[in-house]
């Protein structure tokens, strides 16, 4: 994986992740020093979908989102953009992206990124096999218009 | 990516962007009065008063046009992070940034229609220094006459004769920035 998939990915992680998953996996952890580049602040954004995934774009409607950016004392910048309105949550998915970028990476990932892509695929998978219990089979009988 | 690109926006957003409007609307509904203005630090060569005018009056929905050596990688990058403001041409801007000899010529902007005269282009003109002195101003929001040192007289003198229709200007040295709207008339 590319430096560029690499971050997008782990961003793409941080922006969906629950925050009481992300909060009980970093606030165990010291908070580094750091400096904002833009302090915590709620907006929305445009979800646009493709029909079937490949049809022309549509607007889905818009989803209340968080952004913010800041730079550790080491120079590292951290950017996050988190669905909700938690800033708080904000701000630990910039620390992690900014420590993502430094000597700790090895460590954010294996005790914060690793665990919580693990706790969010068992959502997803739970939820996924809850839904399809309720799945019901259609067939068609053959009907002789003929 | 560049810090001087990330660095340098407002500490406090609302609060800091508040002052700024106002001491932007102060400024252009008293023409001739100067204003000082704090909270941006902008890369060279733009000054503190344009970077908090920027921070203040431009978002994604306002096109910015950087004329002459303000077109340069950092002021981009700068007005990118801070704004998301998008770059266009002289003829399709919102605002229009630059030193006075940079920014002509001066028929290139937009200054309105007859239905229309709020589609015009607001000019953010880099000085060296601004003060109340020099060119004689008249009209709404100014009581007797002010003075304010203005580049060129004739430019403003024909501006302000297609009332309504014409650009607006802000002049901008160090923290301190005064404005001309389209309204004042100037005499030399």
Redesign the interface.
């Known amino acids: 994986m590319t430096e560029m998939t690499a971050r997008k990915d782990w961003m793409s992680l941080l922006a969906k992740a629950p925050p009481k998953a992300l909060a009980a996996l970093w606030d165990t952890r010291e908070t580094p020093d750091f400096t904002?580049?833009?302090?915590p602040?709620i907006g929305a954004a445009m979800v646009r979908g493709r029909m079937g995934g490949t049809g022309a774009p549509f607007n889905m409607g818009e989803m209340t989102v968080t952004r913010c950016?800041l730079?550790l004392d080491g120079?590292a910048?951290g950017h996050a953009y988190v669905q909700g309105r938690d800033k708080a949550h904000a701000e630990r998915a910039a620390l992690v992206d900014a420590l993502m970028q430094t000597d700790a990476a090895d460590r954010v990932r294996a005790e914060v990124l690793d665990p919580l892509r693990a706790d969010m695929t068992e959502r997803a998978e739970a939820r996924a096999a809850r839904a399809a219990a309720t799945k019901v089979e259609f067939f068609t009988l053959v009907r002789g218009e003929d | 990516m560049d810090a001087a690109v990330l660095n340098g926006g407002f500490g406090d957003a609302p609060i800091d962007a508040a002052r700024a409007f106002r001491a932007a609307m102060q400024a252009m509904a008293r023409p001739g009065t100067i204003h000082e203005v704090t909270g941006a630090e902008p890369p060279a060569p733009l000054s503190t008063a344009t970077g908090v005018l920027i921070l203040t009056l431009c978002d994604p929905e306002t096109g910015v046009h950087l004329a002459g050596g303000h077109d340069c990688a950092e002021v981009r990058g700068w007005i990118t992070f801070h704004t998301g403001a998008p770059f266009v041409s002289a003829e399709d801007c919102d605002f229009a940034l630059g030193t006075w000899e940079a920014l002509h010529p001066l028929d290139r902007f937009r200054i309105g229609t007859a239905q229309y005269p709020d589609r015009s282009a607001t000019l953010i003109v880099e000085r060296a220094e601004v003060r109340a002195e020099g060119a004689i101003l008249t009209g709404p929001g100014i009581r007797d006459t002010a003075r304010l040192s203005l580049p060129d007289v004739a430019a403003f003198r024909a501006n302000a004769s297609r009332f309504p229709l014409g650009w607006d200007a802000y002049f901008c040295a160090a923290n301190r920035l005064a404005a001309l709207p389209r309204s004042t008339q100037v005499e030399g």
């Open positions: 904002w580049l833009r302090a602040e950016s730079q120079g910048v």
